[in-house]
């Protein structure tokens, strides 16, 4: 069976310019290219962590990983939400990130209880940037858990910046914030003319010293 997939080359110019794709819906084959006049970052130097999650992410409650299980976690993120109904991830869309993640382009977080994945992330890595798409969550609070992973990766190997495209208010928590397209263009460029490694595997404890740093300036 031939899967249709977003020309991979033409696709990272495309997120290099600001622009990024989603599909109209979930069963849906058409593709839309974005490019919002106000952007929604996670600033990485300045994130805030809620105490009451970091101590809870301190117990090392869930076991998290790189890039272990990237299928299941961006086919988990195209499943309909309960409260949101369809999502914009399509089988182009899957199919592309799936090759982006075969490219080296594509991440994943991965958030494991007993065993069982139950929550994750995943984005696109271009020089300093991190290009996050979707997440997912199955038990309370797994896909935070994969934030401040992510977080303290990005933080740790230098990244300049974490774009989560739109609005979010879930995000506010953390210290995400609009801005727009001029000021992040500037950062964008920056970002991807910078180089900066996302590593195989990332040691908890690491994570959670670099988070203790961080908690400190927020």
């Not at 490019?35 to 117990?59: A, G, N, T, V």
């Not at 076991?63 to 991830?89: D, M, Y």
Request: aromatic fraction near 16%.
């Amino acid at each position: 069976m031939i899967y249709k997939i977003l020309d991979i080359k033409s696709l990272l110019e495309f997120y290099k310019k600001g622009f990024f794709p989603m599909g109209e819906n979930s069963y849906s084959d058409n593709i839309t290219f974005y490019k919002p006049k106000k952007r929604f970052i996670i600033p990485i130097k300045s994130f805030h962590i809620p105490k009451r999650l970091f101590k809870e992410f301190k117990k090392e409650k869930f076991e998290l990983s790189i890039n272990s299980n990237f299928i299941s976690v961006i086919e988990h993120c195209a499943k309909p939400r309960k409260n949101e109904g369809q999502t914009w991830i399509n089988k182009i869309i899957t199919n592309t990130y799936i090759q982006l993640f075969k490219e080296g382009y594509a991440k994943s977080i991965e958030c494991y209880y007993e065993k069982e994945l139950v929550g994750g992330l995943y984005g696109i890595h271009i020089g300093g940037c991190f290009f996050g798409e979707s997440m997912f969550s199955k038990k309370n609070n797994s896909s935070k858990h994969c934030l401040l992973f992510l977080i303290s990766i990005l933080q740790n190997n230098n990244f300049i910046l974490l774009d989560s495209q739109f609005y979010n208010h879930h995000l506010l928590q953390f210290g995400a914030k609009e801005i727009d397209d001029r000021e992040y263009q500037k950062i964008l460029q920056k970002g991807i003319n910078k180089s900066c490694i996302f590593p195989k595997t990332f040691n908890i404890d690491k994570s959670i010293y670099i988070l203790q740093l961080l908690s400190h300036k927020s």
